[in-house]
Structures are given as structure tokens and as C-alpha cells.
């Protein structure tokens, strides 16, 4: 396949996309209870679960807490490598731009993180800015997510979810 034609295709899925968007309600604009689980994988670690439940004003807005496990390789002075398991706890805002069935979005969440089993590293903290989609019920995001813990580590964020 050559590149104009890999062009084309990505842009009949987004016009196709915004077309089946402008004609149904997206959940984040009802009030009320919202929650969402996801897996995401970034440039400086394995990856992480996570899991977010709070409330939708019924405007895009939505503010939440949320806990998560995170999987990484610890080194050691030795060279082993070793999977390391860490846990995170954060609250998290997040603001959906258009009523739509996909509906773009930015967010943040910022909280604490700490090694499950490990007891020689202090607890740290992290912030993490991402933007994104929802379409319908699940999630694309892209983000920045940087943490303290042991030592300062920092990099991008890819992952998906569900939306309940």
C-alpha cells in the first residue's frame, strides 16, 4: 500500500467517524456517576492498570479518584533485572469537548505512587496531562506522565479504556 493511499484511508475513517458522532449523545454530558478502567504501556516503564470513579457535571466535565498497579523492571546493582510492582492512588479531572458519540478530550491526573514490593523505595508522587478520545464507551489517550519515586523518571503515555 502505498502512502496516498494510507492517507486517503485514515481520513475516510475520521470523516466517518465525525459522521456517526454528530448523531448520538455522548455519555459524558449526563450528570451523574462515571467510571472507566484502562491499560496503558509508556516509555519508561512495562505499563499499568488503572481504574477512575467520580462524578459528570453534565457539561464535559468530570472529576474523579482512582488507584492503579504499575509493572516495571527494576535494575540492580548485580545487572539482574527484576519486575517491579508498584501502586498508585491520584484524582483525576477530566473535560470532554463536544457532545458527540466521539467526543475529544484533555486531563489530568496527579497522586502518589508507591513500590508494592519493595520496602526500601519512599512513596513519590506523579502528574500525568493527556489528551485523547472517547467513542462511545472506550478510550484512546496520549500523555505525558512524570514521577518521583526512587529516582525522577519521565516519558509518554499510550493506552486505552472502557467507560461505564
Known amino acids: 500500500?502505498?502512502?496516498?493511499?494510507?492517507?486517503?484511508?485514515?481520513?475516510?475513517?475520521?470523516?466517518?467517524?465525525?459522521?456517526?458522532?454528530?448523531?448520538?449523545?455522548?455519555?459524558?454530558?449526563?450528570?451523574?456517576?462515571?467510571?472507566?478502567?484502562?491499560?496503558?504501556?509508556?516509555?519508561?516503564?512495562?505499563?499499568?492498570?488503572?481504574?477512575?470513579?467520580?462524578?459528570?457535571?453534565?457539561?464535559?466535565l468530570y472529576l474523579g479518584i482512582g488507584a492503579g498497579a504499575g509493572f516495571d523492571r527494576e535494575y540492580r546493582r548485580d545487572d539482574e533485572v527484576k519486575l517491579g510492582y508498584t501502586g498508585q492512588a491520584f484524582a483525576e479531572v477530566k473535560y470532554n469537548l463536544l457532545d458527540f458519540l466521539v467526543s475529544p478530550f484533555v486531563g489530568f491526573r496527579t497522586g502518589s505512587i508507591f513500590a508494592i514490593d519493595n520496602a526500601n523505595h519512599s512513596p513519590g508522587f506523579f502528574f500525568q496531562p493527556t489528551i485523547g478520545y472517547d467513542w462511545n464507551h472506550f478510550t484512546v489517550i496520549a500523555g505525558y506522565k512524570y514521577q518521583t519515586h526512587g529516582d525522577a523518571v519521565h516519558g509518554l503515555e499510550f493506552g486505552i479504556g472502557y467507560n461505564f
Open 1 to 60: 500500500m502505498n502512502k496516498k493511499t494510507l492517507i486517503l484511508c485514515i481520513a475516510m475513517l475520521f470523516a466517518s467517524m465525525a459522521a456517526i458522532a454528530q448523531k448520538q449523545h455522548y455519555t459524558a454530558f449526563n450528570k451523574g456517576y462515571r467510571g472507566n478502567v484502562g491499560v496503558a504501556v509508556t516509555t519508561h516503564h512495562l505499563g499499568n492498570l488503572s481504574t477512575s470513579h467520580g462524578y459528570s457535571f453534565g457539561n464535559g
